[in-house]
Structure formats: C-alpha cells, structure tokens
C-alpha cells in the first residue's frame, strides 16, 4: 500500500519562502496519476492548492497561489514540490499531499505537514 509522505513544513516569517515535498512510501507515482497539493486551516474547509500530473507534467494552480506557488516534480527522485514564495499569514494551514487517477478523484492522502506564517 502506498503512502504519501510530506516533508518540509515549519514556521516562517511572512515574504519568506519554503518547499514541501511528497514522497510515495512503498509504492511509485505512475504515467496516469496526478498528485496534488491540499491544505487545511483551523476551523476552514480543505482547500486544493495545486496539482502536476506526473507524465506530462502540466499542472493547475488555485488563483490564491498562483504566481506565488509552484507545483513540480522530480522524476528520478521520485518527488513532487511545491515551492511556496512570497507567503503570507493566510497560507498557514496544515497542507496535505494527495494522489489519484487523472480524471478521477484523490484516493490517497498523506498525513499532513504544518505551515506556519507569522508576522
């Protein structure tokens, strides 16, 4: 069973930067997923953030963060970013990777990484 494994999360200052990563444990990223980026914050719904499909690569982002944000990935390393500049007291969630078919819906989900943007 594939687990989705986030990195890269803490507690930063607002205009800084930061990078998360996703990580597949126990499994890989296929040709006909796509990975996404979620985050959640207190007392708000889960929100998507951005998404890359592995194959091809294109991706799609939230107006919220694009332009700010963005999705990539690492094939040999087996990996999918989100490079997140310019961040502000309202990008502080707890952000979730997720995976599923292209086209069809997230099925996997890691456990979620802390974001935290002070002033």
């Known amino acids: 069973q594939v687990q989705l494994v986030e990195s890269g999360g803490g507690l930063v200052q607002a205009g800084d930067s930061l990078r998360l990563s996703c990580t597949p444990s126990?499994?890989?990223?296929?040709?006909?997923?796509?990975v996404g980026w979620f985050r959640q914050a207190p007392g708000k719904e889960r929100e998507f953030v951005s998404r890359?499909?592995?194959?091809?690569?294109?991706?799609l982002s939230a107006e919220s963060v694009r332009g700010r944000f963005t999705i990539s990935r690492d094939i040999a390393k087996m990996s999918v970013y989100l490079q997140m500049n310019s961040l502000r007291l309202e990008d502080s969630a707890v952000y979730y990777c997720?995976?599923?078919?292209?086209?069809?819906?997230?099925?996997?989900w890691g456990q979620g990484i802390q974001v935290t943007v002070s002033s």
């Open positions: 997720a995976m599923g078919p292209i086209g069809g819906s997230y099925e996997i």
């Open positions: 126990g499994g890989i990223f296929r040709d006909d997923r796509m």
């Open positions: 890359i499909l592995w194959n091809s690569g294109r991706t």
